[in-house]
Structures are given as structure tokens and as C-alpha cells.
T-cell receptor
Framework: QQQVKQSPQSLIVQKGGISIINCAYE??????FPWYQQFPGKGPALLIA?????SEKKEGRFTISFNKSAKQFSLHIMDSQPGDSATYFC?????????????FGAGTRLAVHP | EAQVTQNPRYLITVTGKKLTVTCSQN?????MSWYRQDPGLGLRQIYY???????DKGDVPEGYKVSRKEKRNFPLILESPSPNQTSLYFC?????????????FGNGTRLTVT
């Protein structure tokens, strides 16, 4: 199974709140888990990434939590700001066909209200 | 400025009329790829190229062609577009995915086939 399941599809959070987006995977061959952020009219851009040998990675207000046994990982945005309003994609990478293939989740549209 | 440039940004065409979406990167990246983004389906890979004259199918290659005659350019060709190819298309490049290098995306081409 090469799917990455992402939830929720959309999320509304008040300014200052915590935004949480969850992803799950089946294939244990995945070994790298990035998150991409996409603003309207723009292409996705790498936000933060984690490898399965650590359980958490934090960069500023953004944190990835990783649960290897449950095959789940999540993005937490602390003190959410209106400028964080964007679509977020989780992804998982595995070595296949001579390169690291990236599989994306369906995306979460986040709206942070002032 | 390092960037991936796609043209055109918007394209409306009719069924069966051949079209080409251009993609160019100025970062000397070896790896390039095309994705389509559809609501609820995330980003799905159409074709990718590991280097000049080396291309391969992604997950949804039907109805598309690509070529990689130069390192910087990776055009997407729809020989006979159909309405189910109406989508938002992204070109992306990377130094190489062997070390999980981040993907650099263009700003997208919104294609409508009537």
C-alpha cells in the first residue's frame, strides 16, 4: 500500500489556537516524512520534515509528531496566525525504481480566523 | 532568483486540441517531475525525469507525454486533451531525490478542457 491518508480535509482555527493535521500510512518502507505548505496561487513548498528514528521535530511554531508503531504522524501549528492559512500536504518517501518516490496526502485546507 | 517557471498559468482548450505546458528551472537540477492536483486527491505524479533523455511514468501517466532534451526544460504534452484532464498542474525539480532533497515547485498551470 503506497497511500498516505490525511485528515481533516479542512480546518478552521481561531488566531492563537493550535492547528493539528494528521496523516497515516501503511507501508513500513517509507523512511522520510515531509510536510509541504501551499499558499493560494503558488506551488507547494517544503515546510518541515522528519525521519522515523525520531519521535518529534520542532521548527519555530511548527512541530511534527511521529508514532512509528501506529504508522501515524501529525503536524502541530502552535499559536496559529492568519498568515498560516494555506493548504498543507503531508507526504511519505520510499526508495522505489531507483529513486526516492514521494507520495502525497490529499491535503488539508487551513483557515485561521483573526 | 532560483525558480521553476511554468507557462502558461491558465489555459482553456477544447477536447482533442494538442497542447504543451512548458517548464523550466534555473537551478541545474537533475530531477524534474510533473504533478496534477485535484480536490480530495492531493498531488499525483504524472511523469518524472532523472536526467536528460531519461523519463519514466509516474502514477497517472495516461494521456500525457514528456520530453527532456535539455537539463533545464521539461515540457508536458497533451496530444489529445479530454475533460478529465482538467486540473491544476505543477512542475517540480530537485537536485536529486537520492538524499530526499526538497522539491521546488512552479506556481502551477490551471488547465480547463471543454
Amino acid at each position: 500500500q503506497q497511500q498516505v491518508k490525511q485528515s481533516p480535509q479542512s480546518l478552521i482555527v481561531q488566531k492563537g489556537g493550535i492547528s493539528i493535521i494528521n496523516c497515516a500510512y501503511e507501508n513500513t518502507a517509507f523512511d522520510y516524512f515531509p510536510w509541504y505548505q501551499q499558499f493560494p496561487g503558488k506551488g507547494p513548498a517544503l515546510l518541515i520534515a522528519i525521519r522515523p528514528d525520531v519521535s518529534e521535530k520542532k521548527e519555530g511554531r511548527f512541530t511534527i509528531s511521529f508514532n512509528k508503531s501506529a504508522k501515524q504522524f501529525s503536524l502541530h501549528i502552535m499559536d496559529s496566525q492568519p498568515g498560516d492559512s494555506a493548504t498543507y500536504f503531508c507526504a511519505a518517501s520510499m526508495f522505489s525504481g531507483g529513486y526516492n518516490k514521494l507520495i502525497f496526502g490529499a491535503g488539508t485546507r487551513l483557515a485561521v480566523h483573526p | 532568483e532560483a525558480q521553476v517557471t511554468q507557462n502558461p498559468r491558465y489555459l482553456i482548450t477544447v477536447t482533442g486540441k494538442k497542447l504543451t505546458v512548458t517548464c523550466s528551472q534555473n537551478m541545474n537540477h537533475e530531477y524534474m517531475s510533473w504533478y496534477r492536483q485535484d480536490p480530495g486527491l492531493g498531488l499525483r505524479q504524472i511523469y518524472y525525469s532523472m536526467n536528460v533523455e531519461v523519463t519514466d511514468k509516474g502514477d497517472v501517466p495516461e494521456g500525457y507525454k514528456v520530453s527532456r532534451k535539455e537539463k533545464r526544460n521539461f515540457p508536458l504534452i497533451l496530444e489529445s486533451p479530454s475533460p478529465n484532464q482538467t486540473s491544476l498542474y505543477f512542475c517540480a525539480s530537485s537536485p536529486g531525490l537520492l538524499k530526499n532533497s526538497p522539491l521546488h515547485f512552479g506556481n502551477g498551470t490551471r488547465l480547463t478542457v471543454t
